[in-house]
């Protein structure tokens, strides 16, 4: 896919939404010195480039009895691309993980999990990852907070 170039009203109305997903279109229109009309033609075609790939609900786990939040390092013997394909596809099908990440080094995945309690972790772990034969090693870390950015990096 090509990438589109941004221009610096395209990055007005990148920076407003990722700072607030929910801002009404007239808003944005005003921080990025358009009308409400063009504001909206620019998201869509945004959207449309797939500049904007959606917008998500920031959800506090602890209300839905997810005491816990891991990360989990994932090392694999086999790292086949349908084996990475389909370990990806059957791990984010779970109700515990949050996200996953592919990544280079030492590490092939990090996971990251809502669990109710320690047994729960325990459970996860050895039923949904270390019982899986490409899984060779697994590493936990509890997660104490997290916090997210509000403002668009700049690359």
Known sequence: ?????????????????????RMNNKD???LAGLAPSSCL??????????????????????????????MISIRLS?????????FQTQLTLLPEVISLYHMGGENDFLLHASLS??????????????????????????IYDHVKGTELPKV
């Not at 086999?78 to 389909?86: E, K, R, W």
């Not at 320690?118 to 590493?139: D, G, P, S, Y």
């Open 28 to 30: 944005i229109a005003k």
């Open 78 to 86: 086999d790292h086949s691309q349908p084996t990475i394909d389909t």
């Open 41 to 70: 033609e620019r998201i869509k075609k945004l959207q449309s480039d797939q500049v904007i790939k959606g917008a998500q609900l920031n959800v506090d786990f602890q209300a839905l009895g997810g005491n816990i939040q891991v």
């Open 117 to 142: 309690d320690t047994e729960h972790l325990r459970n996860f772990v050895f039923n949904a990852i270390t019982a899986r034969k490409e899984v060779n090693h697994v590493e936990t870390a509890l």
């Open 1 to 21: 896919m090509m990438q589109r170039h941004l221009d610096k009203t395209d990055l007005s109305i990148l920076a407003a939404l990722y700072k607030d997903a």
